[in-house]
């Protein structure tokens, strides 16, 4: 207890030296001055910052627009960490101390990322490691102890030839690697998302500049990763000529695909909504283009997924890459004794009067096409926008307006008819 009492009166009279020095007098005016300025500016910054002053509303760019104002509450932190920092410097140059400044901005920093794991950040996950992760270990770098503390765990290893694997190389791994990877994710799907709202680019420029930022974003994010691993890009060039091998045996169909949807990406023989039918007879409309396949959805909601080298070694028909208007044609029948110069007026006024049928690049058409065992056949021609399923049933309106002004008409569908003769008695 003597020795106890004897530790706490030397720290007890050491604390009081320290509360009367001029040095720390100094170091809490420049905290002290620290707070106000940060204070003065950030109520500056908000008033002079436009995005600031009110809640952004829906248009481009809304989510970054949107977290910008949300940031204004991290000004005030912000300034103060920048202020104190300013501060250490002064404090050391003119009373040669700034622990007391040191310990003020350090808890400035805890007391800031809390706030952002607390209000900023909705994946529980990357929460969690902000408060049981990063504020520990701010907590051991405000008090020195971060440095030890590292040289302790990167002790804890095992060494198999010239392979190392520490604690600490394996935490900072997982730990960054973690962040390198979400923080991929959110941009990906935050640049893609603005990408394809540009409305003044067409469909095909907007997909080829989404998966061109899909590719470059996750290649930074896999040399930083290498970095954070320590492994020296020089090495690849090995891995490269393993993977060159592994290419040529195994996974030439993996690249001949992968570089095939980069071919149709630029040449955009292909895009987003273009209507597609294949040399097997399986037709869709495109709604994915991806690295290694493209997706076809069908008007019954099937999904078929092609191949991209399909595209580049087969030929398919797109009905609708260039020009949506497209033309069909059926035929139906009517009896010998029918007046056809009327039923053709009568056809043609019919079709015209649809909506959906187009009147350029050519009026829809009725004419006869030849003549059949039982009546003449008659063909009708028509444009319209888009293809003829799934929500459209133009050739079926067609066929029923046809079958109602035949009926008013009284204009006969013939039906075959077949004479039989007896030949020789009957038998009674």
């Known amino acids: 207890m003597e020795w106890l009492r004897e530790k706490f009166d030397l720290v007890l009279a050491k604390l009081i030296e320290w509360g009367a020095s001029p040095e720390f007098y100094t170091q809490i005016g420049l905290v002290v001055l620290a707070i106000i300025a940060a204070s003065i500016l950030a109520r500056f910054a908000r008033k002079a910052t436009p995005f600031f002053q009110a809640e952004p509303e829906e248009g481009v760019f809304f989510i970054l627009r949107q977290s910008l104002f949300k940031l204004q509450e991290l000004l005030f932190p ?138 470059v974003l996750f290649a930074t994010i896999f040399v930083l990763l290498l970095q954070v691993m320590g492994i020296n890009l020089t090495a690849l060039a090995i891995f490269g000529g393993a993977l060159g091998v592994g290419l040529g045996f195994g996974l030439q169909q993996i690249a001949s695909n992968f570089i095939s949807g980069l071919i149709i990406l630029l040449d955009r023989s292909v895009t987003i909504g273009d209507y597609i039918e294949l040399e097997n007879g399986k037709s869709g409309t495109i709604s994915e283009l991806n690295m290694r396949a493209t997706t076809l959805l069908t008007f019954e909601g099937k999904e078929i997924v092609v191949p991209n080298e399909q595209f580049i070694t087969s030929s398919f028909t797109n009905w609708t890459h260039t020009d949506r208007n497209q033309r069909y044609a059926f035929t139906f029948s009517v009896a010998y004794k029918t007046d056809i110069d009327n039923m053709l007026t009568i056809i043609r006024k019919t079709i015209r009067s649809h909506p959906q049928v187009l009147d350029s690049p050519e009026l829809a058409d009725v004419e006869i096409n030849e003549f059949g065992e039982s009546g003449i056949d008659i063909l009708v021609e028509f444009w319209m926008e888009g293809i003829d399923d799934g929500i459209n049933h133009v050739e079926a309106d067609l066929k029923l307006m046809i079958w109602h002004a035949l009926k008013e008409n009284n204009i006969e569908i013939p039906f075959p008819q077949r004479e039989v003769k007896i030949v020789g008695p009957m038998s009674s």
């Open 78 to 215: 912000l300034v103060i960490i920048v202020l104190l920092g300013a501060a250490v410097q002064l404090s050391s140059s003119f009373v040669e101390q700034s622990w007391l400044i040191r310990i003020a901005q350090g808890l400035v920093v805890i007391g800031f990322l809390y706030t952002i794991a607390a209000r900023y950040i909705s994946n529980s996950l990357l929460r969690s490691l902000i408060k049981w992760l990063v504020l520990p270990l701010s907590v051991l770098h405000v008090f020195g102890l971060l440095d030890d503390f590292v040289a302790y765990i990167d002790g804890v290893a095992i060494e198999v030839g010239n392979i190392r694997l520490s604690v600490y190389g394996i935490a900072r791994v997982v730990i960054f690697g973690g962040i390198l990877f979400w923080f991929g994710r959110i941009s990906n799907s935050a640049g893609q998302k603005a990408i394809r709202s540009q409305q003044s680019l067409d469909a095909g420029t907007r997909e080829v500049f989404a998966k061109l930022f899909q590719i």
